[in-house]
């Protein structure tokens, strides 16, 4: 998915999931944990803007298994110091593993295995998968308004 993607599915579920914590902060926080694992794709933005899509080989080990398991380990080490906190990080870093997994081939055990597993939820094809991400951020934006109209955190 696109960066929008991740932080707007980070945000909703949040809104959704957690009202009470839904402070403009943490919803920023929440946002900015939910796309920070694509900051791995930065060492291989040239291949992705000639190929115009970030393969599986874009991804380090900081995308997969591992990852997640350190933004677990800073979501505790979080909950340290403020529980309110480590639950909105720990929200929007297991939300951006949920969304590739939902929707990207992914390796979602390795090391452990180097298996691939695609749930085939989005196309394949460049055309297909820019009309899907498109409709799936547009949805989600509109969802991502409503909740926090709803939530009156914004007056629409």
């Given at each position: ?31 900015l944990?939910?796309?920070a694992v694509?900051?791995?794709h930065?060492?291989?933005l040239?291949k ?7 393969g ?7 995308h997969?298994?591992q ?9 505790v ?11 909105v ?6 939300s ?8 990207r ?8 295995s180097?298996?691939t ?6 196309p394949?094809?460049?055309r297909g998968?820019f ?5 799936l951020?547009?949805t989600m934006?509109?969802?991502?308004l ?6 009156g955190?914004?007056?629409?």
């Amino acid at each position: 998915m696109n960066t929008i993607a991740h932080a707007l599915f980070a945000n909703i579920l949040l809104l959704l999931g957690a009202p009470e914590m839904a402070t403009p902060t943490n919803l920023i926080i929440n946002a900015l944990a939910g796309v920070a694992v694509d900051l791995d794709h930065i060492p291989k933005l040239g291949k992705a803007l000639r190929t115009l899509r970030f393969g599986q080989s874009s991804r380090t080990r900081w995308h997969e298994l591992q990852g997640l398991l350190v933004s677990m380990i800073v979501s505790v080490l979080a909950t340290l110091y403020s529980p309110e906190l480590g639950r909105v990080l720990l929200m929007g870093a297991v939300s951006h593993y949920f969304l590739d997994l939902a929707t990207r081939p992914t390796r979602p055990l390795y090391p452990l295995s180097d298996a691939t597993v695609f749930l085939e939820m989005a196309p394949m094809s460049l055309r297909g998968l820019f009309a899907y991400d498109t409709v799936l951020t547009v949805t989600m934006g509109v969802i991502w308004l409503w909740s926090l109209n709803g939530l009156g955190l914004l007056q629409l």
